[in-house]
């Protein structure tokens, strides 16, 4: 299973937040120190999101992050203010890996498959961020449909993967809730990153032996609750 530390971006800084809550930011220091301190205790791949961008300023951080796209040079999956096709193009020319698209996807599911064609499945992550059991959008303030169903339509659209984000538990370091999980990667035949309340080794076992494909590691690891030496041990 992949480790994915998350090296998320607001007004230039990497911070994290609790429960996507702009106000809750607490800063960690510049985003491309955070991305390489990272790699050099063995990590291989970084989960980047432009908060600006999720916030609706799409614009902000750009050269910061190519920067860190071009400069760190390992698998990179990028989410965060990604509202049009012509948007998830310009990112998908920095060279990053995937990018993962989220209101737009259900805004507008047929980008997926339009994408998907002309760049390839592999670099279309469609997100699933869920809050009881809805997939919740535009910075998780709106619920639309099942997220089953919504998963399910993703990869038949054409996305190669998707990312499932469990808002009820984002940011809090209290742990998975497996079940949901569960339903999602037994729904679908995509490979499924999972992030919300990974803190503990118990977490990383949890996720591998559902059949998690990666773990995205936020707050818990910026805290210390978990070290990234655990992490990457317990997912092998």
């Not at 920067?67 to 310009?90: F, H």
């Not at 993962?100 to 997100?127: C, F, H, Q, V, W």
């Not at 992030?195 to 805290?223: H, K, P």
Request: net charge negative; proline share 2%.
């Amino acid at each position: 299973m992949r480790i994915f530390p998350a090296v998320d971006i607001l007004g230039g800084r990497c911070v994290q937040l609790v429960q996507g809550k702009r106000e809750s930011a607490t800063a960690f220091g510049d985003p491309l120190a955070c991305a390489t301190r990272w790699l050099e205790l063995g990590a291989d791949a970084l989960h980047v999101v432009n908060l600006d961008g999720a916030f609706g300023s799409s614009g902000k951080n750009v050269e910061l992050i190519t920067d860190l796209i071009k400069t760190t040079g390992v698998e990179i999956e990028l989410g965060g203010g990604i509202r049009s096709a012509e948007d998830a193009a310009r990112w998908i020319k920095t060279g990053v890996t995937r990018i993962i698209i989220s209101t737009l996807a259900t805004k507008e599911p047929e980008s997926i498959r339009n994408l998907a064609k002309e760049y390839g499945s592999d670099r279309i992550m469609a997100g699933v961020d869920a809050k009881g059991g809805q997939i919740a959008v535009h910075g998780w303030q709106v619920t639309a449909g099942d997220y089953l169903d919504w998963a399910r339509r993703f990869e038949e659209l054409g996305a190669g993967s998707l990312l499932y984000t469990n808002v009820d538990v984002e940011g809090l370091q209290q742990g998975v809730q497996f079940k949901p999980v569960k339903r999602l990667i037994d729904h679908v035949h995509i490979p499924v990153v999972v992030a919300g309340g990974v803190s503990a080794r118990s977490d990383i076992a949890g996720l591998r032996n559902a059949g998690a494909f990666g773990a995205v590691l936020g707050s818990a690891l910026y805290s210390g609750k978990i070290t990234l030496k655990d992490a990457l041990e317990e997912s092998q």
